[in-house]
């Protein structure tokens, strides 16, 4: 069982994920669009800064810092649930 976070203000937080179909999902240009419009579609509902992402085959990794330290979990739920 994970432990509970600790979220602060002011934070940046790095974040690693991977697509759990095994294939190399970002290669395809539909579903890297998809991940930019819901990129575009979160900062419009939180207020963050996002720097070095990288995307690579099926993993996503990047460093957020939310404005409101503490919706971190909200963002992440927005981000990685792209039906909304």
Not at 53 to 66: D, M, Q, T, Y
């Amino acid at each position: 069982m994970r432990l509970p976070r600790e979220l602060a203000e002011g934070v940046w937080y790095e974040v690693r994920t991977a697509v759990n179909i095994g294939e190399p999902l970002f290669h395809l240009t539909w579903a890297v669009v998809l991940f930019y419009r819901v990129l575009r579609e979160a900062k419009g509902r939180f207020g963050f800064e996002m720097r070095g992402h990288k995307i690579a085959g099926r993993a996503l990794s990047f460093f957020i810092k939310p404005a409101d330290g503490f919706e971190l979990p909200k963002i992440m739920q927005w981000l990685m649930n792209p039906v909304h």
